[in-house]
Every structure is written in structure tokens, then in C-alpha cells.
């Protein structure tokens, strides 16, 4: 992103097209889906049930990937903003939900999700059906397969185009992103440092969830012991007031990746995602070499926040 890079006036800063993995607009929940939509045909299901937030994006690729497939979707979305607008309530990704027909239903936010799909599951088996269950963000070690793929991926392309990269930076939430991505580049001996940049809890609890992941699927790739508790890293001093909540920050970065590079990012977290990014490069922590920034997409939730972007 040259514009970017010079606009900063730190770092090259290269970008990951995740956001162009080509269901639905794209995005990182693609990636995993495709090996725990693998999973579910292998076990026979015909319908996925999963969760998200109203403005999840990993419910619109499941939904368009069981599309795709021929498959049911079940969706349970969590209300976990307050005083949504009408935007929030009926734009954007759920929007989409409902083009792709899946069944929505709607839940208070903080509702045991575990139970709650485990009833939804009992009921479309009482129904004949064969129910099968993809966890929030597709982040179990079958999902996260999806991301150590992504980093032997990316580093054939960073050898190939012989770049010598000093950061890898990424949004982080439910953890399958950095979780995989962590396990494909230790277990491919690689010792480029990777950033997450939460958007959710706080860095101790992101940092616990993501090493947890991140060992049980190295185990499940055989590479058992591969991540060491300091490999995982997560700042979480960008989240602002919380999940999905607009910050100064990510509007500001938001507009200036449009801006200089005509790339769409989202509100909820590759914008908070990059405006860590940029922070770090400003104050000096991330000031030289090579950074990638791995676009995890979302765009589809701009329109969401229509009434709450300064443009
Ligand atoms: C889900 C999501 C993330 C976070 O990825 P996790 O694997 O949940 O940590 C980042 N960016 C976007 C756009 C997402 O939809």
C-alpha cells in the first residue's frame, strides 16, 4: 500500500486481501468454512447451525456458503448492541442473512449460545433433519485450519516476491484468525511476529483464548508444542467503549485506507484493526521494516453504521 506507507511516513505497509476470498463479499470466516463446511458434509449433515452478532459477518459467509452447498442454515443472532439503529437492525450483513434465506433467530445478548444451539439442534433433529453445529466465528480447530493454511500461503508469496516482513498484523475477536495463523507459522518454522489487534476483551483474556486455540489445533495437525504463550500477542487498547462500538480512531482509518488506497475496511474490526496499526506506527513501536496488514473484510457492515460514520 504505497500511498498508505508514504501517508505514514514509517513502514512499507503491504495488505492481505482476505476481504477477497470471493463468498459474499468475501472475508475471513470464508477461509475457515471451508473446512468446517468439509466437516459437516463429511458427518452428512443438511442443515449448519451457527451464531453471530446481528452484524456478523461470519453468518453471512455461512449463510451463502450452505447456499452454496445445498444446506439449511439456522442462524442465532445475539443483540449485543444497545439502542440499535435501523440501520444496524436491518442493513448490512443481516441484510444479507435474509437474501441467502437463512432462518434468523434472535437472542438477548449474553445468552448461553452452547445450550441455545444445542436446542435448535435437538429441534431440527425432531423435525427429521441432521443438524450440524459451527461455534461463533467458525474458531474451533477445524475452523482455524482455514488460517494455517492462510499463513503457508502468505509465506510463499512473501518468499516469492522476496520480502523480508517484520510485523503481520491482524483484528483479532473470537481467535481462529490468529489462532491458525500463529500455528502455520511456528509450525512452518517461520519467525515473523504476529499482532493481533483485539476489538472485544481485554489483552490477558485475548491472549489466553488465542494461545488455548491456537495449541489444541497444532495438536490436531500434529505439531503439538509448536506455539509457545509468548508467541501469541494481542494489544487490545483500541477496542474504545467495547464490541462494535464506534472509536475516533477506527473512523480515521477507515477513511484514510479509502483514501489512499480505495480499500474498504469495516467498523467493527479490521477499522480498529488498522487504527492499532497506525497508532503503533505513529508512536514509533512499529516505526521501520515491512509490515502486512491481513485484511479480514467486513465491509458489508459499513452500511450499518451509515448514521454513526463520519464521513
Ligand atoms: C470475525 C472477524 C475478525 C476476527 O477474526 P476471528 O477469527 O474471529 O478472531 C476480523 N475481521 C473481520 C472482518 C471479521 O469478520
Redo the contacts with the bound molecule.
Sequence with gaps: MPRLSKHLGGPNIYVKRDDCTGLASG???TR?LEYSMAAALEEGADTIITVGAVQ???VRQTAAAACKLGLKCEVLLEHRIADPSEYYAGSGNVLLDKIFGANLREYPGGTDFDKAMTEVADEVSANGGNPYIIPG?A?NKIGALG?VNCAIELLGQIEEQGLDISHIV?????????GGLIVGLKAMESTIPLLGIG?NIPQQDQEEKVFKLACETAEYIGKAGCVAREDVVANCNYVGDGYGVPTESMNEAVLMLARTEGLLF?P???GK?LAGMIDLIRNGTLNDGNIVFLH???SAALFAYADQLHT
Design positions: 472475508g475471513n470466516k475457515k456478523s459477518n461470519h466465528g474458531s488460517y491482524t483484528a483479532t475477536g473470537s481467535a481462529g484468525t490468529q476489538v469495516d467493527v474490526y479490521s484493526g479480514t473484510g467486513g
